[in-house]
């Protein structure tokens, strides 16, 4: 079993960043699918962005050249750099891993991130 815990959530202004961490409780080099999905209220649990073992970045349409995900395998650690933040972009962000490309084997809880003026 693996556990990932997200963290980085908040409250922010249009226009502005934050950064998102998904710490899992053991390597993730393993994993060679790591990503981050948002699920918003009333709508369904989308995929944001994917990152391979090989480094490989896939992006929704509605989030590139704004978000960027990268992974740290020594840290076992997976970021989601989100920048010109919008309020379509407020939504709980949880964090996966899958053992295959685009598997998710793992999910953290959760966390929620909003956008408000």
């Known amino acids: 079993q693996v556990q990932l815990v997200e963290s980085g959530g908040g409250s922010v202004q249009p226009g502005g960043s934050l950064r998102l961490s998904c710490t899992a409780s053991?390597?993730?080099?393993?994993?060679?699918?790591m990503a981050w999905y948002r699920q918003a209220p009333g709508k369904e649990r989308e995929l944001v962005a994917s990152?391979?073992?090989?480094?490989?970045?896939n992006y929704d349409d509605s989030v590139k050249g704004r978000f960027t995900v990268s992974r740290d395998n020594a840290g076992n650690t997976v970021f989601l750099q989100m920048n010109s933040l919008k309020p379509e972009d407020t939504a709980v962000y949880y964090c996966?891993?899958?053992?295959?490309?685009?598997?998710?084997?793992?999910w953290g809880k959760g966390t929620l991130v909003t956008v408000s003026s």
């Open positions: 996966s891993a899958g053992y295959f490309l685009q598997g998710n084997d793992y």
């Open positions: 053991r390597t993730i080099i393993r994993f060679n699918n």
């Open positions: 990152i391979t073992g090989g480094g490989t970045t």
